[in-house]
């Protein structure tokens, strides 16, 4: 069995933000067809802010506590901000994850991400170069 960190399991048996935003303003889904981990974030944006932040997540432990980690980490931040999330800086706020698990972390930040690339499309938004 694979060592998690306290605040892994923290988030692993106290998830927070989980649900789906009803009227969402972006819809991010992401899945991993070898482990068959699925994220789907959505996201509620008010003065260019991710004002609120929503996933399901159908996976294991690590893809749940990765998913609670990133929206805590997108919440009230610009989307500018937000896209700059990386799949690292999410492994390393949850104090590392088991090297066999960190495909999780990738979906997390990538579903956050299309969540905002969908909002940006659909409010003919560019992204910053670079980001």
Not at 25 to 37: F, K, L, S
Not at 73 to 95: D, F, P, R
Not at 102 to 127: P, W
Request: proline share 4%.
């Amino acid at each position: 069995m694979p060592q998690y960190s306290d605040k892994v399991m923290d988030h692993f048996t106290n998830p927070r933000n989980i649900g789906e935003i009803t009227d969402p303003d972006g819809v991010g889904e992401v899945g991993n067809p070898v482990c068959g981990d699925m994220m789907k974030f959505t996201i509620k944006v008010k003065d260019g802010r991710i004002e609120d932040v929503k996933y399901l997540t159908f996976g294991c432990g690590a893809a749940i506590s990765v998913s609670s980690m990133v929206s805590e980490m997108a919440k009230g931040k610009t989307l500018e901000e937000a896209l700059k999330i990386t799949n690292k800086q999410v492994a390393e706020e949850l104090g590392g994850l088991p090297g066999n698990k960190m495909h999780c972390s990738n979906l997390g930040a990538d579903a956050l991400h299309k969540a905002i690339e969908d909002y940006m499309e659909k409010n003919k938004i560019k992204a910053e170069s670079g980001s």
